[in-house]
């Protein structure tokens, strides 16, 4: 993975107010949106506005990726193909249920990055997880390719799709299984787990709190990142995914007494009272991980 991904903020091709917004905030990475909030009118329209973005704006400190239509739609290939030869830092694939389709795509920008002699794997995947069928097979789908950078749940196609309405409200149980095995399957897969955009109940009178609670929920499941409706949430978002300043000194400690420690010593090692065994020591470099680090580009 190139960089940090606690918030990834949708934009929709050709809307130039999002795309204002979107630049002028702290989204780990902007994510252009050709698939479902683009009706097929726009759709063409769409992708040639984020090609232009594409070829002319600098996104500075933001990662970028695109979320194309399916290959088995009108507008799918034309998508992976016009957007191949630019910097794009991932695609967000829809719907994805079998690790063929993935493969597939795989296949074809592979041999795009060799015919051109583009770095293999320049351009990352992360997988729409949004039907029954693609929570069964997520971890297939997590290790079918290298180029696979996490799994990203969809929750308003996967409770459509499973004929129920989605329920917003704090402490939901509705999607505790499909998250749980999300998590695992990536997790198992050794890679990033994003949970669904969220969405504030009907009369909700402090977004800010819920926004709070509904993170802090998920990162204790496991996910390493959400998606962004409202850039209203990224601050929040990105706090909740954030090793605090006190987390982050004790990483640093544990991880610099656990490495100088030789042999037996290793059985000894305390800081602040907490035994560092190598787990603590191996989640201590995962915190450090979560230190926002500037995008490197070219």
């Known amino acids: 993975m190139k960089g940090l991904r606690r918030s990834l903020l949708w934009v929709i091709g ?21 698939e479902d909030l683009c009706p097929a009118e726009r759709k063409e329209s769409a992708r040639q506005a984020v090609i232009k973005w594409l070829r002319t704006l600098d996104f500075g400190h933001h990662e970028v990726g695109v979320r194309i239509n399916s290959l088995d739609s009108p ?34 920008m592979t ?28 971890y297939d789908l ?23 309405k989605r329920d917003l409200t704090i402490g939901s149980t509705q999607l505790l299984y499909a998250k749980q ?64 300043p006190e987390e982050i000194a004790f990483a640093r400690q544990a991880i610099r007494a656990y490495e100088s420690a030789k042999g037996e010593e290793k059985m000894h090692v305390y800081v602040n009272g907490i035994y560092i065994d190598r787990p603590v020591y191996e989640k201590a470099k995962r915190t450090l991980e ?3 680090q500037p995008i490197q580009r070219g």
């Open 14 to 34: 050709g809307d130039g107010t999002q795309l204002k917004e979107g630049l002028a905030s702290r989204a780990d990475a902007i994510c252009f949106e050709l």
């Open 75 to 108: 507008w799918g290939r034309d998508d992976l193909e016009a957007l191949l030869p630019l910097p794009i830092d991932f695609l967000r694939i829809p719907k994805c249920e079998n690790p063929r389709n993935v493969l597939d795509i795989d296949a074809i």
């Open 111 to 138: 041999q795009y990055e060799r015919t051109h002699g583009i770095g293999q794997n320049r351009t990352e995947l992360i997988l729409m997880i949004e039907t029954p069928e693609g929570i069964r097979n997520a």
């Open 142 to 164: 997590a290790a079918c390719s290298s180029r696979v950078a996490g799994l990203n749940l969809g929750a308003v196609d996967l409770t459509s799709a499973m004929g129920i």
């Open 181 to 244: 095995k999300l998590v695992m399957d990536a997790k198992a897969a050794h890679k990033s787990a994003f949970d669904t955009a969220v969405f504030c109940p009907p009369g909700s009178k402090d977004w800010d709190a819920f926004v709070r609670q509904d993170t802090r929920a998920i990162r204790q499941m496991g996910f390493t990142g959400r998606s962004v409706s409202n850039p209203a949430h990224i601050d929040i978002i990105n706090e909740v995914f954030s090793a605090t």
């Open 290 to 292: 979560t230190v926002k």
